[in-house]
């Protein structure tokens, strides 16, 4: 064998090696512990899901920018070097120099440029400059102003869509695990109708080897045995897909397969009327306080963009001074340096690009407010739509309940007569299979009417941060 041929073996041996030692799941190995509660789903999710992780960095990289708005002063430090020649003599200069910058809120700026030391042919000086507006730029229609308000209102907005996105990843992790449980129980619900078909086609077999029925009948039974196996395929299909969406919605373990403890709660939450809920959700719904925050600051914009318009009034003053190599210290540098202070007025000749910038403001701040309305509406809509929905799977439940008492006392009625030879085992396999389809209704029902009553209080904001424990 040529020596690629062995390498390529060998390397195809490493990776099935590493195949076989590879964890079974994409995710962390155990992440998820074998037994699953949903409260603990719930913090395995608050502490791993990404697009929650996504959230959280948004909000901190928000906090970190309004921090950075906030300073109002910055101070730089450094020295130069340098070799000069000229002609035949060269000499070595050096400097020493730091500036301090401010920035208020109100929109004063002052800079202050300091080199104390200085050799060869550099020299040192003082520069002072301060600039106070008094129509233009000035108060809330600062630069500094805008720059704080707009880090401010964004570290806000993160915030509320922290909270939604909180608010999905709970009713996600939550609507997931109770449905895998539903899906569970439907095998279970399934493994029942296989057994009852199967007793059924045996004792036709029988009856039909015996002469007591028509060969029909074995073979009725024994399709209908096929059809409830094939279902109970595609049920233990649809639960192990269940528990895979759980892990995706975690977003940990997918792969895994954890024993789900909880079982779908019998006692429902309170909720309270219609009218109530529609109150408390137009009062706190975190998409309303984000859409505020943006008006707000569009409206900040705007009034700046108009301001912008006006001529500007600035108090000005200044300090300026060189001195020679002897040192900052040797003589004061008042009198050597030049002192100025007045007024500076700026009038905008060409005002169309300011123009354009107030109507594009204008337009987006109308265009805000309508959104808003339209948010409400939407709001509304959405907490009639979770109170339907609850009341459709109510009434669904009540229905399904009441028909299941009918549907065993069927069952026992048609075993009954096939007993007594007063009826055929069609009357038991279909009383069989409304059985099976009552009891998959009923746990459809309930599970939906308790994941209706998490979307209504998720639609009124309430925080489901409780939710599992």
């Not at 109100?106 to 129509?135: H, I, Q, Y």
């Not at 039909?208 to 039974?221: P, S």
């Not at 397969?257 to 809920?277: F, M, N, Y």
């Not at 409400?376 to 799977?393: C, F, K, N």
């Amino acid at each position: 064998m040529s020596v690629p041929r062995i390498a390529n073996a060998a390397a195809l041996v490493l990776l099935y090696l590493a195949a076989l030692a590879a964890p079974k799941s994409f995710g962390a190995e155990g992440i998820v512990p074998a037994k699953l509660t949903l409260a603990e789903a719930l913090s395995t999710a608050l502490g791993t899901n990404a697009r929650l992780k996504e959230a959280e960095t948004s909000y901190l990289s928000a906090l970190s920018n309004s921090k950075i708005a906030n300073l109002k002063s910055s101070v730089d430090f450094g020295s130069e070097a340098s070799l000069d020649r000229t002609g035949a003599n060269s000499d070595i200069s050096n400097l020493v120099f730091g500036n301090l910058s401010y920035q208020g809120l109100l929109g004063t700026e002052a800079k202050l440029d300091l080199s104390p030391f200085a050799f060869g042919t550099k020299r040192g000086s003082v520069a002072l400059s301060l600039k106070r507006p008094l129509m233009r730029g000035r108060g809330v229609l600062s630069e500094k102003f805008d720059r704080v308000a707009s880090a401010k209102s964004a570290t806000t907005v993160q915030d509320k869509r922290l909270y939604l996105s909180k608010q999905d990843t709970v009713l996600g992790v939550t609507s997931a695990y109770y449905r895998a449980v539903q899906a569970r129980e439907q095998v279970k619900v399934q493994e029942n109708a296989v057994q009852i078909a199967e007793k059924v086609h045996d004792s036709a077999k029988r009856r039909a080897d015996a002469g007591y029925a028509a060969g029909i009948e074995a073979t009725r039974a024994e399709i209908r045995v096929a059809q409830t196996r094939n279902q109970l395929n595609l049920e233990r299909q649809a639960a192990k897909g269940a528990v895979e969406s759980l892990m995706l919605a975690i977003g940990a373990g997918v792969g895994e397969t954890p024993e789900l403890v909880d079982s779908v709660p019998e006692q429902l939450p309170d909720i309270p009327s219609l009218e109530d809920a529609l109150k408390t959700a137009l009062a706190n719904r975190p998409e309303l306080a984000i859409a505020d925050e943006q008006i707000a600051d569009q409206e900040r914009l705007l009034a700046i963009a108009k301001d912008q318009l006006r001529p500007s009034v600035d108090l000005v003053a200044g300090f300026n001074s060189a001195y020679p190599n002897e040192g900052l210290i040797s003589r004061s540098i008042l009198d050597i340096g030049v002192f100025a202070a007045g007024l500076q007025y700026k009038v905008p000749l060409d005002r169309r690009a300011v123009r354009e910038e107030h109507e594009i403001a204008a337009r987006e701040l109308e265009t805000l407010k309508k959104l808003r309305t339209y948010q409400l509406e939407s709001i509304a809509e959405e907490v009639g739509r979770a109170y339907r929905a609850y009341h459709s799977q109510k009434t669904s439940l009540g229905i399904f309940t009441s028909n299941l008492a009918v549907a065993q006392e069927n069952l026992v009625l048609a075993n009954r007569m096939m007993d007594e030879a007063n009826g055929t085992n069609r009357d038991v396999l279909d009383a069989q299979e409304a059985l099976t389809q009552t009891e998959g209704s009923i746990l459809s029902a309930r599970t939906e009417l308790y994941l209706a009553v998490l979307n209504i209080k998720n639609a009124m904001a309430e925080d489901l941060n409780t939710t599992g424990q």
